[in-house]
């Protein structure tokens, strides 16, 4: 799948994925009327609202991004109705032609990880029957507890064609307080980024990256900068774009010559796009999904323009 994220991204000439993390706040007020008149102010009321959100962003951004990104605990919250929420909008995206990241953030040993495994990437067996679960093409991972917790999805990975993004430099202010411990004379995040590359090397695809992908954050240039250099065949997920204070500059680190190499995340800067000032002039509620593709564009033009 690594090697249909990079055909998907250089036919498109776009490096960008769209968070799907839906929060109330961010649902227009007409679809929130509709999904509470049907179901009430309840956990299923909230879900519908959110899949129909996800659905109408779908059909308007299918056509010039590569990847969407839903974060599952914005679903999980809602019970199984949110779950539900979750795997509608995986199936509606890949139907769409979408390559669909599932933001998990699973991290767990042995069987427990086989388990995360054959739900996510894999499949679950009920007594020799095989079913596909959660149909991601992707999904984030946690390496806190090390290389067994990794392994068990390594089958999975080459088997089925499927990817991981390892947690290695993430985004959030307070990353530095464990990510940039000194360990044995190197940041932790280095010793993480060089266990990355071998354990990588285990499920590499065709067009010279591994299917273990790493999560860097665009907010840390200079940490992105000694990642890379660690990482040249790793591919990037970059979240912190944007909303979250990063701009097209920060991004460079994280690109391989030739803008080649990552792929970048914007989640409320693109779903939330009609809240924005910016856009209010030409969009409104009822056009969120309208506004949403015009600010993908607009990325799409900032990324053009620091990765030649």
């Known amino acids: 799948m690594i090697d249909q994220l990079i055909d998907s991204i250089e036919k498109l ?11 109330l706040g961010f649902i227009p007020g007409h679809i929130k009327e509709e999904a509470f008149d049907h179901h009430g102010k ?22 010039i991004v590569p990847a969407v ?11 199984y109705e949110g779950i539900k929420a979750y795997m509608d909008t995986i199936e509606y ?8 990241i599932g933001d998990v953030k699973r991290g767990d040993i042995a069987s427990t990880a086989k ?15 095989k079913i596909e679960v959660f149909k991601e093409d992707f999904i984030t991972l946690s390496p806190y507890l090390g290389y067994d917790s990794i392994e068990p999805y390594v089958t999975d990975l080459n088997q089925r064609n499927k990817g991981l993004f390892i947690l290695v430099k993430t985004s959030n202010p307070n990353s530095k307080e464990i990510q940039n411990l000194t360990v044995e004379g190197e ?51 970059v979240p912190g774009y944007g909303a979250q204070g990063a701009t097209a500059e920060d991004l460079i680190p994280n690109f391989n010559k030739g803008g080649k190499g990552a792929i970048i995340n914007s989640s409320r800067g693109i779903i939330a796009a009609y809240k924005n000032e910016k856009y209010q002039k030409d969009f409104d509620s009822r056009d969120f999904a309208k506004a949403a593709r015009a600010a993908a564009l607009d990325m799409k033009k900032d990324l053009q323009r620091v990765m030649d």
Do not use: C
């Not at 490096?15 to 799907?20: D, M, R, S």
């Open 115 to 129: 388990a995360y495994s054959d739900g996510h990437i894999g499949l679950a067996d009920v007594e020799g029957e």
């Open 187 to 237: 940041l932790l995040y280095e010793r993480v980024a060089k266990l990355l590359k071998t354990w990588g090397e285990a499920a590499m695809g065709d067009l010279g990256y591994s299917r273990m992908g790493a999560v860097v954050g665009a907010t840390h240039p200079e940490d992105a900068k000694r990642v890379r250099g660690i990482l040249p065949n790793t591919f990037f997920l």
């Open 69 to 79: 990104k839903p974060q599952v605990a914005m679903y999980e919250q809602y019970g």
């Open 93 to 100: 995206a890949k139907d769409r032609g979408l390559i669909v």
């Open 13 to 23: 000439q776009n490096p960008t994925v769209v968070g799907l993390d839906p929060r």
């Open 42 to 63: 309840t956990l299923k009321g909230a879900s519908k609202a959110f899949y129909q959100f996800n659905r109408e962003i779908i059909d308007e951004i299918k056509d």
